[in-house]
Every structure is written in structure tokens, then in C-alpha cells.
Nanobody
Framework: QVQLVESGGGLVQAGGSLRLSCAAS????????MGWFRQAPGKEREFVAA????????YYVDSVKGRFTVARDNAKNTVYLQMNSLKPEDTAVYYC????????????????WGQGTQVTVSS
């Protein structure tokens, strides 16, 4: 069982940066691939980024490539999402999630979810 708690969301102007954190409970954090998803108002939740258990592999949705970076610190049971050059269309509730699959890009592939943190980017 893994419990996830996101933090770091907030209001930022376009072009600004935020770093989201996701703290995980449990001794097996390093066994899980971790993902970030987001859900904008009126839209379905979408995949943003994922990082393998070791941190050696990362994947991003095209719309955030070059702007967002996912990283993890297994000693701290924490995964991060550094978001730079933010755009108004990045406004959403951001969720972290954990999966015991090697890699996941879809909601149904993730077994554990955080409660989400709001990111609002003003123009």
C-alpha cells in the first residue's frame, strides 16, 4: 500500500515556474514507477510525465517536453515535477500516482493516487 500527498501548487504568472512534490508513505516506494497526471476544468485527466523506479527513464507528454522535468529521491520517498515556462493551458489539478508496472501512460495502469494539487497559470 502506498499513500501519496502532493504539494507545491499555486498561482503563477505565465512564464514562471513551480515545483510540485509528492511524498509517499511505505517502504517500497523505490519499487514503483511514478507518474504525474493533470486534469483541467471540463477535461479528462491526462498523462504528463513518468519516471521509472530507478529514475533512469523518464517520459513526457509532448506538450510539456523541454519545460517540465520529473525526478525522484528514493531516500526521501519523494517524486518531483519541476515546471518551467508555464503557460495558461498548464492550469489544472496535478496528481501523482504510483504503479507497479514498468512504465505507465494511462490512468488505469496506476494503482495509487494522491489527492491532487491545484496549479493556476495566469496570462
Amino acid at each position: 500500500q502506498v499513500q501519496l500527498v502532493e504539494s507545491g501548487g499555486g498561482l503563477v504568472q505565465a512564464g514562471g515556474s513551480l515545483r510540485l512534490s509528492c511524498a509517499a508513505s511505505g517502504r517500497t516506494f523505490s519499487s514503483y514507477t511514478m507518474g504525474w497526471f493533470r486534469q483541467a476544468p471540463g477535461k479528462e485527466r491526462e498523462f504528463v510525465a513518468a519516471i521509472s523506479w530507478s529514475g533512469g527513464k523518464t517520459y513526457y507528454v509532448d506538450s510539456v517536453k523541454g519545460r517540465f522535468t520529473v525526478a525522484r529521491d528514493n531516500a526521501k520517498n519523494t517524486v518531483y515535477l519541476q515546471m518551467n515556462s508555464l503557460k495558461p493551458e498548464d492550469t489544472a489539478v496535478y496528481y501523482c500516482a504510483a504503479t507497479f508496472y514498468t512504465m505507465g501512460y494511462k490512468e488505469r495502469e496506476y494503482q495509487y493516487w494522491g489527492q491532487g494539487t491545484q496549479v493556476t497559470v495566469s496570462s
